[in-house]
């Protein structure tokens, strides 16, 4: 079983920046494929971005993609979201998820919620205008 805790919300001016960051505890196998999605208020929740496990591979949503970067530390356990250049319409409660998947980690896949296994709590991002 993982645990993720989401962390680094908060409210801030449009044009400013945030990093999240998504801690997972309760394996010792840190091998997980993971993501970030949002979810806007009155709207479905959408694919943000993803890293694999060696984080060799990135994926981003057409409308983050030059403002905002996925990492990770292996060694702490823990991805990170440096979100840049906020906008309004980046407002939303954002959910790190974790998989262990084997399917190939490409981009439908890493997108598709259906793929990961775990989820954390979510951490509320207000940008105001």
């Known amino acids: 079983q993982v645990q993720l805790v989401e962390s680094g919300g908060g409210l801030v001016q449009a044009g400013g920046s945030l990093r999240l960051s998504c801690a997972a505890s309760g394996s010792t196998n840190n091998a997980y494929d993971k993501a970030w999605f949002r979810q806007a208020p009155g709207k479905e929740r959408d694919f943000v971005a993803a890293?694999?496990?060696?984080?060799?591979?990135?994926y981003y949503a057409d409308s983050v993609k030059g403002r905002f970067t996925i990492s990770r530390d292996n060694a702490k356990a823990t991805v990170y979201l440096q979100m840049n250049s906020l906008k309004s319409e980046d407002t939303a409660v954002y959910y790190c998820?974790?998989?262990?998947?084997?399917?190939?980690?490409?981009?439908?896949?890493?997108?598709?919620?259906?793929?990961?296994?775990?989820w954390g709590q979510g951490t509320q991002v207000t940008v105001s205008s």
């Open positions: 890293i694999s496990w060696s984080g060799g591979n990135t």
């Open positions: 998820a974790a998989t262990s998947g084997k399917e190939p980690y490409t981009r439908t896949y890493a997108a598709a919620q259906f793929t990961y296994t775990w």
